[in-house]
């Protein structure tokens, strides 16, 4: 899911995300509760109509923005009191507000209020903190009164594999239309993340869609898919296009390197984006260097292109049983070149 | 005449720009001499191809920019040495190079190299200026090589009346495809534009096109073409789309103001173009306000819309004998909302 924070793929319309593949979106509830709120998006016909994207949607709870943006929170079992980062002003939000705004924005696929323990957190914390995001999640269930949205639990537990399986578990009982594993993807290493995805997958259904929230590189995806996650999310793709950085079929490519300046080749050989079907690299290596808002737009597209492809390719390669052999291919592209 | 500056109307895509009803469009001939380099363009296919823009292309001479964006330069008879004001390095640019820079860059029409005289300067300043810029445009004229190009000569004498006349008729003389009025839009009041036009266009043929350069308001364009004025070329639909300022119907339209936080009408509700036909001006301001890129190509998109509306209402409106009245109606709904 291409990353729409405030309402909107930074540099893209909803024309260049349907062309670069994309079918669904995630956009964040925190900033879109603040600006414009989520009752001006409700009352101008919600989210969908207001960005003017017809395919699905996914809003996140606001709690991971609540956690990692505010200068100031208090948590208690309601919810969260916090600062707005905009101007300062106090707000609460808790898991009934949660789902109301998310209700109220109208996505397609709506998320549990959790709370996302920073990392490194001690046991004890971690321990007090799954309680809490359990018992936010029932909140959450409880409150639901649209019939039309999916709601995902979120599965915390830290770095700790007995909570996280406890808080699987609880969720899994309770019987959410997704799950989403959350607080990874903080700080730690690659090889305590995959030990954590091993350790939670098992304990969640294989008839239920499984989100990976916030991850990540094209190997971090590859390696999540091949642990059986099915969705994830990730400003990687927009926000390494906006800063000149390419994802290509021969591994990463910075644009501005002055070997491009006069490369009449589009940026990836392989593939068959707007960007690459029209541009040289000599022309997006200049608009980068120029600094042109329309260089944001072209690499943003190209990425996008690229991390559809990528998900599309993997669900051919499940299907054809060629999995092994695809991450394997991709892992190579990867460190050859970085 | 959308400006593209450094080889992209900046925020909009060719495809943008063709839908917007662009059908030609200005790069500026100093910047893309020193960024990326005419010698790159053209080594790589030409501007056309570089930038993706089949339609036809306007360059300017450079000269413009030499006298108003360098911290330094000399003005000898040969041409002018200068400092590019990226880097500080020294360049010289005469008529030669300027045709040159302009052949290898391959645009559709290119303009003769000119002095531009500040404003205000006195009469022997710009009686010397106007003998220079009739000289350099005699030599842009023995220096052309290409066939497929058309050479515009630049009128200019400042804000004087009979070195205008001097300089149209000895340019007219020399015969060019075109004729443009230069040194006007810098700094001197509507009137006296108005008279120097008036002055000036009657020592121009009327079976070639006359460009004013750098103009101007939508008020300003309908002055001149009353005056028999043909083409325009100006970064304000652009520019002040960037800044938040709509042209529409009804006038101007500052879309930050908080009145359109909920206004779920388009910008222009007599506008067809991509912008106006997708999204409300709570939209527009949400994106305006949360600094979002597609906020300066939407507005870029309906603005370069109005302009381009704008001068087919009014080459109907010439061919159909109404400009007083359409021009009247303009004028009106400016007065109104300003």
């Keep these: 899911m291409p990353v729409g924070t405030k309402g909107s793929v930074k540099a893209v319309s909803p024309e260049d995300l349907d062309e670069a593949g994309a079918r669904i979106i995630l956009a964040n509830t925190y900033h879109l509760y603040l600006r414009p709120g989520h009752h001006t998006i409700g ?16 809003t996140d709870s606001g709690g ?5 943006l505010t200068p100031l929170r208090t948590i208690t079992d309601k919810g969260v009191i916090f600062q707005s980062h905009i101007d300062g002003s106090k707000h609460f939000i808790g898991p009934e507000e949660a789902i109301d705004i998310q209700e109220t924005l109208g996505a397609d696929i709506i998320m549990a209020f959790d709370e996302c323990a920073p990392y490194p957190s001690d046991y004890e914390y971690v321990q007090r903190s799954v309680k809490l995001t359990t018992s936010w999640a029932r909140r959450s269930l409880d409150r639901k009164k649209r019939n039309d949205q999916a709601l995902f639990g979120i599965v915390q537990g830290g ?7 406890i808080s699987a578990r609880k969720l899994v009982e309770m019987g959410f239309d997704g799950y989403a594993l959350g607080g990874l993807s903080v700080g730690e290493d690659q090889s305590t993340r995959q030990r954590v995805i091993g350790e939670t997958i098992n304990f969640l259904p294989e008839d239920k869609p499984v989100y990976l929230m916030g991850v990540g590189t094209p190997e971090d995806i590859v390696d999540a898919v091949n642990f059986g996650i099915d969705m994830f999310d990730c400003v990687m793709p927009t926000r390494n296009a906006r800063n000149g950085t390419l994802f290509t079929s021969a591994g990463k490519m910075t644009i501005k390197n002055a070997k491009y300046a006069e490369d009449g080749r589009p940026a990836d050989e392989n593939c068959d984006c707007y960007t690459c079907s029209n541009y040289s690299r000599a022309y997006l290596r200049h608009l980068f260097m120029a600094r042109e808002i329309l260089s944001y737009r ?3 597209i190209h990425n996008l292109s690229y991390y559809s492809r990528l998900m599309a390719d993997l669900r051919t ?6 999995i092994a052999e695809y991450s394997a291919k991709l892992y190579r592209s990867y460190r050859k070149n970085n």
């Excluded at 009352?43 to 996914?58: A, D, S, V």
């Excluded at 991971?64 to 990692?68: D, G, L, N, T, W």
């Design 159 to 165: 770095m700790y594999a007995d909570l996280r399986e």
């Design 317 to 322: 390669a499940i299907r054809e049983e060629r």
């Design 43 to 58: 009352r101008l016909g919600g989210l969908h109509r207001f960005m003017n994207w017809p395919r699905p949607i996914l």
């Design 298 to 300: 072209l690499n943003t």
């Design 64 to 68: 991971f923005q609540v956690y990692s």
